[in-house]
């Protein structure tokens, strides 16, 4: 990244403050709508905006929770030099303002890197949670984690450095080899109504309903199940309700719980986007 | 222990339940001001007491939190054979009433192997206070433990699991090289004041005042101070009130964060004592 | 698998004893040119033909170490029932010889469980590797580990696990995120020859010659190149005998340090291509 | 340790040299009897004496395994200061010698703090052992430590690491329990004939015959026994030898397995014990 590129990052939470000061030792940042950081002056022409995740509730206005202005996105237009490249989180309808006026747009969520790693503080935030909601120690509980993709790995390994005996439910034959070389018992989805009965907590990661019926039945009936996977989630959220399972959601977990984090992992991905010129599926 | 043994629990929360179901898997287990296991029917005379610790609040009534009874200490008695041991924690004055019966009484809270086992639920307790805390992975956060005594040393390996670098700070040079021989930074506490500006948090296992006012002004403003010694703690509230630092105060962590596991603590040790027919300075 | 499978293992080390052994747990074993085992009866006619890898040196006689005999692999096709599938490693000309009799052929090399299962074993015959040539401690020594496919993983984390500080060189930026993630640094190739100078070992698993006239002559001189990596290797051997660096070349481990174990990974792929019906790649 | 410290290093292996070397870092540092360094020149009169380990096999010369020539002990006293304090291991009958020319002698195994760290090279040569040795990986195998002192600790820690199922054979029950916590399964020894035939190897660390004709009778018969105790040994040797069991003699493997680090940690504790001015029963 070039020294003397100038960033204006606009709106977003507590993640935002930290992204704008880390980016701040590579390039000169401005900021809009955040507490922290040197206030846009009126005149500049910026080489590159960064918008929070999502860039907007609404479709219009910036996502700005530690503003109390609203902020109209095509207002942003006119602090940018042409050609200037946008980059914010699950743009939606408002990518077509920005590339409308000739600037190419990134969705930073899309980059591998960055999902990579958030799925450390998002299992952190797991961690915590069982810590939090077991009555009883993680060394020695037995802990399934359904789904053995980014997040699943990392959760496992730090549930398996705390002494928990973990559990990985997969699909693939692949990643249930991969979970036994990383000290795991593995199992396919459908063994789980058979063995659901011996799990002190369970942890989801799969983006479909895995966590069924058979599977709560199974569970005993105080055994928590942390709920990680995006919406619509892991969970059949209405047989847990019937049979009263405890269904905790567990989605954001890096902004919420490790923001600090979250926002240097945001700088680190804004800097390889902006160093690798694209790539990957980022630009849209 | 022997299987027919008859053990009469009573008083304590949530733990003493877990303890009494443990036991009853060894021996015949009857509660009093328990909501759970076999009310004591009238006329039982117990092998074995199992109080609570604390014993007694006043000295005279037994800590029955579960109950909304009160029950005075000396209407127990009648419910013991004739030299009947007492286990209980911490005692203080109520333990000369059982004495004077006749009965041999035993503090577990006095046996090494019961105070090892709860630095285990303690760590996991403290850990969970971190991640609650820390606006920043615990991977990759600077972390100081002052003491590497029992809890200490299970603390530094928790977090040492987790990808934190901890800094282990001991008075013994011989306690300095067993933390570096288990991955750890390790510092006299005269160092303290030098290095601690580099922490994101401070565990402070020392039943002695070392987190000083010198050290607390050198920590940077936002890093947690958990306190766990037991009391009167290891940091200098006033000094840390004075310069707004937070600390939070982590006593009884196994009671609070993993009650189950610390009745099946309480459990084996209450079989070990007996078992072992004493030893270890346990009798009173 | 079927229990009254006939399995018919013809050949090779004493990895096929161990494969056999563990077969006939699940099936009938009979054996050819094994020290161990039933040897196969007069009119026996197999279900399934299991032959080592390679499957031949000579492309005419069975792999055959541990028996003073020579034997045709065309000789064992009366030992087998019409359509009975074969399995072996690397048949290269030899397949032609089953299909053209109507067997099925699967070389379970091809197989991705087989593989990352022998990942293991790799790992710690490198480990062993390591620890009788460094003249210091792994604990605390610096190894650069060259790709993070199968191979690496497993090593890095072993390696990580007993104490030294690793490195990994990938090219795909994932996969240097991962290995960050799982608490490597990580590097892109073109850094190696700027860092090579602080390596006290190095394992390179990848099959091109990255370990170049480059960075072998940055490398400390009697830092130990250990060469994982199939043929033709990982090193530039030319500029390793020019510039007296010390090249442990290091393949077969599986066979060679752990051959137990390497015989139970053969069975266990043995059931599940059988299970599986084939796919993956592995029937050729 | 003042800078213009002058230490005489005189003879000993390998080790020596590294500690000569990393001496030479905080004091001008003179060498008879190794090849690396600054030969002592003629009419110096050293601070400090360092002798290798054990200082003398005859008791009248140095132990100078690294020189052709042979050097009187009585010789080295004219290359001291009067009063210059002399550090070597396992003096013997030698002490009697410096001590009457008036200077005060250290027996540096004597430190705690050497003993502590030379338990890692220690556990690092007893895995390499048991990697060469077993058939099978380390990962899932079965392995017996015997004792629970500095050097099993670390031998615990660094199988259970590498993925070992690790069991403790202690005395103390507070030792069984710490082995516990560490996430091995722990006996006393009275349990082993019982328990022994389930594993795929012993590492005995305790300096007293715990590994009975008993217990080897009930080993499998190919498992190895690594017998790491100082003379005479923890194996019944003449049991073994009717039984036919396999037993490796493992001592001084710091020296043999990590002589830079066991040099560096030598001269760790020079610099420690001049510090100190005494402590700790290390002058004798």
């Not at 809009?32 to 500049?44: K, N, Q, R, S, V």
């Not at 940018?80 to 409308?100: M, R």
């Amino acid at each position: 990244m070039q020294n003397e590129l100038t960033i204006l990052a606009a709106g977003g939470d507590l993640r935002y403050d930290t992204a704008a000061r880390a980016l701040a030792e590579v390039a000169a940042v401005f900021t809009i709508a955040l507490p922290t950081g040197t206030p846009c002056p009126e005149g500049l022409r910026a080489d590159l905006l960064l918008l929070p995740c999502p860039v907007s509730a609404d479709g219009v206005h910036l996502l700005a929770p530690q503003s109390e202005k609203r902020w109209p996105l095509a207002a942003l237009l006119s602090r940018l030099k042409p050609g200037a490249p946008v980059l914010g989180g699950l743009f939606g309808e408002t990518a077509a303002l920005f590339k409308a006026a000739g600037h190419p747009v990134a969705d930073y969520t899309r980059d591998e890197r960055f999902a990579l790693r958030n799925a450390l503080p998002t299992a952190e935030g797991a961690v915590a949670i069982l810590l939090d909601r077991l009555p009883r120690t993680l060394d020695g509980a037995s802990v399934l984690v359904t789904g053995y993709g980014r997040i699943g790995r990392v959760l496992a390994a730090k549930l398996t450095a705390l002494g928990a005996d973990v559990t990985v439910a997969a699909r693939k034959p692949t990643d249930r080899v991969k979970a036994e070389l990383a000290g795991c018992r593995a199992v396919p989805f459908e063994a789980l109504p058979t063995v659901a009965s011996g799990f002190d907590a369970v942890c989801s990661t799969v983006p479909a309903k895995v966590v069924t019926a058979d599977v709560l039945a199974a569970l005993p009936a105080e055994a928590p199940v942390v709920d990680l996977a995006s919406a619509p989630g892991s969970v059949d959220e209405e047989a847990a309700r019937v049979l009263g399972r405890t269904v905790i959601p567990a989605r954001g977990l890096p902004g919420k719980c490790a923001p600090v984090t979250a926002g240097r992992i945001l700088a680190e991905t804004v800097r390889e986007i902006v160093d690798d010129e694209g790539g990957d599926g980022v630009w849209i």
